[in-house]
């Protein structure tokens, strides 16, 4: 699926490790999906209630929206994808509010 203009604007905080996954599980999920969040200032982190340790203070965490059996797919894409020699995946896939208004799928990398 071809990003949007705010999805390409949200990942451009990203670490360049981070980013690369995102614009991955992007392609490889395949269907619509957005980005939410991602690199958050301390402000804005409080703002939505963040753990003063998430790791989208360090621009290593996207939070996605989609459908709900897309981001349950996009999850299991998540764990699975590796980016080059040495990488070790996600440190988080956490499916939020899955079947409430809010539902997304954050992935820290
Ligand atoms: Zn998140």
Known sequence: ???DASARHRLTHL???TRRHAEQLLWE??????????RRTPARNRAVGGSPTSF?????????????????RAAG?????????G????E????????KPNQHLHVAW
């Open 29 to 38: 999920t395949n269907a619509p999906m957005s980005i939410s969040s991602g």
């Open 15 to 17: 670490t360049p490790h």
């Open 56 to 72: 989208h203070l360090r621009g290593r965490a996207v939070d996605f929206v989609a459908d709900r059996d897309t981001l349950v």
């Open 87 to 90: 990488c070790t995946g996600p």
């Open 92 to 99: 988080e896939v956490i499916l939020e509010d899955l079947g």
């Open 1 to 3: 699926m071809p990003l």
């Open 77 to 85: 894409l998540a764990w699975a994808l590796r980016v080059g020699r």
